[in-house]
């Protein structure tokens, strides 16, 4: 039998009710569930995060391949095209030579003296056919009157050459890149220039043009030396402020012409660019050199040198008309011109002829601004009515006091080697006191973009306004090449002065220059 439970126990047991948990474990707990919370959340945004990273590293890389991929593509068909292009250039090249060679075949005929274009064009085949780049080089470089005709025609024949590049290279050795003549007095940077200018339509390919240069390895790197030498010479030549812009507008066509510029000479060919920056065209070579991102500040730097016109024919060129406004840069420019004028009537030095410095100042000043309104369109903005009449007044004045006074009938003057006195016949001549020299010239060139006929550059000593240049070497009336003629007879001859700076072609005199800009 089993035994049966004491209701005392139960009793006893329903007076103690069981242990409650403490607030401490309860706030434990809570925490604890909070900790968790947090960290769950912050592993879920961490996760979420290296998702969204690995997925954008995805996408990058895929565009990436993409990209690759496409750019592989190109370049594959670009070569494609090249490998069917020198196919191309050179069926034209065969086709060239036998041209060539019928035209050598026929060159027996006798070329007369033929003043046409066209007869022009045959004597420089001649030339180019027979790869004579020394006739070629004196031939040109005698006839600087007809550079309308030459330019017009020397492409056509520089393609007859077998190697147009090398042709031209060894025509103009002679003065480039250093002048091997002994009299140097002739100045043949034009002759240097047109032929490089009319070298690259010579060299363009015929299938994917100016993209590619007909220039083999050898001549290309034949031709890297010859500028290397004259940036040698640079040293030699004083620097760049003394180099002769003839010769910096040679080198700079050079490096166009034969694809020779580098990225290490950037900052050189900004300096001889703005120091030659009055030739027609140096804004377009500029943009050839690589300078198109530095423009602006080639501008601002020409302003900053009383270079006005200057600045405003490279801001055409790049158009910047919006941050760099024409008009006012002309305006600034004609009352620096004003102002320099004044400076020279008020110079006591310069008493006998400031009037004379004075108006030719301003005269190439009016001139400048002038042919800048008419080239760009500007007068709407800028009516150029009032300076055309300042122009003709003062063109005026000069006339009226160049008129020569009548010499006195009853006067007779002793010859300066003390010979004896003339006949009495020669007193009464109103002429019997001229020379026989020619008398200066009365034009005055702009004073900057000074060019060749029909927009080709000359190649004036020096520009007109700015005095950071040196006078020129020859600064006569007359042409060095040729003397002035001799008296035959001793008959007294009154001495003209002729003015000293006709060579300059602006009217400005040295001992003036450095003051005007």
């Known amino acids: ?121 045959l004597k420089l085949r001649r030339f180019c056919l027979k790869m004579d780049s020394e006739g070629f080089w004196r031939f040109v470089a005698e006839r600087k009157k007809e550079l309308d005709s030459i330019r017009a025609q020397m492409s056509a024949a520089l393609a007859d050459c077998v190697d147009p590049a090398r042709f031209v290279l060894e025509a103009i050795s002679e003065v480039f890149p250093v002048d091997k003549r002994g009299d140097k007095s002739n100045d043949l940077g034009w002759a240097c220039v047109l032929i490089l200018e009319s070298l690259i339509p010579a060299v363009v390919d015929p299938i994917m043009g100016g993209s590619r240069l007909l220039v083999t390895p050898r001549m290309r790197a034949r031709a890297r030396d010859i500028a290397e030498t004259w940036k040698r010479s640079l040293d030699e030549r004083g620097g760049i402020e003394n180099v002769k812009t003839p010769d910096v507008h040679t080198f700079l066509q050079h490096l166009v012409s034969f694809g020779i510029v580098r990225k290490e000479d950037v900052d050189l060919y900004r300096k001889l660019v703005v120091a030659s920056a009055w030739r027609k065209q140096m804004p377009k070579l500029a943009l050839s050199l690589g300078l198109g991102d530095k423009m602006p500040d080639m501008i601002e730097e020409l302003i900053s040198r009383g270079q006005q016109v200057d600045a405003v024919h490279f801001t055409y060129e790049v158009g910047l008309e919006d941050k760099f406004p024409p008009v006012p840069l002309l305006k600034a420019f004609l009352k620096d011109a004003k102002k320099a004028a004044t400076s020279i009537l008020e110079d006591p030095n310069n008493s006998g002829r400031a009037a004379q410095l004075a108006s030719r100042k301003e005269q190439s000043a009016l001139r400048a601004v002038i042919k800048c309104i008419e080239e760009y369109k500007l007068e709407a903005e800028f009516p150029p009515e009032s300076l055309k009449k300042r122009l003709e007044q003062l063109e005026k004045t000069k006339v009226e006091k160049k ?113 005007y800009y």
């Open 403 to 515: 008129r020569p006074a009548a010499a006195p009938a009853n006067k007779r003057t002793r010859a300066n080697n003390g010979g004896p006195m003339p006949p009495a016949k020669a007193g009464r001549s109103t002429n019997a006191y001229v020379s026989s020299f020619p008398a200066a010239p009365t034009y005055v060139r702009s004073p900057s973009h000074t060019q060749y006929p029909m927009g080709v550059p000359s190649y004036p000593s020096s520009p007109v306004m700015y005095g950071s240049r040196s006078p020129p070497t020859h600064p006569y009336a007359y042409s060095p090449e040729s003397a002035p003629p001799t008296f035959a007879v001793s008959y007294p001859v009154a001495q003209v002065n002729y003015s000293p700076y006709g060579g300059y072609g602006n009217g400005v005199a040295p001992a003036y220059q450095h003051a």
């Open 1 to 121: 039998m089993g035994s049966i439970p004491d209701p005392g126990d139960e009793f006893a047991e329903s007076t103690h009710p069981p242990p409650q948990p403490s607030f401490d474990e309860f706030q434990r707990t809570a925490s604890l569930m909070t900790s968790c919370t947090l960290l769950w959340k912050e592993l879920s945004d961490h996760f979420s995060s290296l998702e969204q990273d690995l997925k954008n590293k995805s996408d990058a890389l895929n565009h990436k391949l993409q990209t690759l991929d496409a750019q592989t593509k190109q370049s594959l068909q670009v070569l494609e095209h090249r490998e069917d292009t020198i196919n191309a250039a050179v069926s034209v090249a065969l086709q060239k030579v036998k041209e060539q060679k019928e035209a050598a075949l026929n060159d027996a005929v006798v070329f007369g003296e033929v003043d046409n274009d066209e007869g022009l064009l």
